[in-house]
């Protein structure tokens, strides 16, 4: 009994095996034909997260502006330090202006 059990089970196993190969190798020969993965949803996410930055250095600009009126009414606005970049940084008009030092209290 249990010698009719095992070879049932590697008779299934052997032709499960040979199907598999016989997928594989069906696949293998369309493969080439196949259309190219579109880039669109790559594009797309990159779009996005390019605007969202704008948009997001508008805001951050903005709300720097409103916050120096209200402490200097009547002033011009200098221009905002690069928040990410702590490199030296060149200004085309104006002068450049100096990293507040901290001051220990």
């Known amino acids: 009994m249990w010698r009719t059990i095992s070879s049932y089970v590697l008779r299934k196993y052997a032709d499960y095996t040979y199907k598999k190969w016989e997928r594989t190798i069906l696949w293998d020969k369309i493969d080439p034909f196949r259309r190219p993965k579109s880039f669109t949803p790559l594009?797309?996410?990159y779009i996005v997260a390019f605007y969202s930055g704008v948009i997001g250095a508008a805001?951050?600009?903005?709300?720097?502006?409103?916050?120096?009126?209200?402490?200097?009414?009547?002033?011009e606005v200098p221009l905002m330090?690069?928040?990410?970049?702590?490199g030296p940084w060149?200004?085309?008009?104006?002068?450049?202006?100096?990293?507040?030092?901290?001051?220990?209290p």
């Open 81 to 86: 330090m690069p928040t990410f970049y702590r």
């Open 59 to 75: 805001i951050t600009e903005q709300l720097y502006k409103e916050k120096y009126w209200e402490e200097h009414p009547g002033e």
């Open 43 to 45: 594009v797309s996410i």
């Open 90 to 104: 060149r200004v085309v008009r104006g002068e450049a202006l100096t990293r507040p030092t901290q001051s220990t």
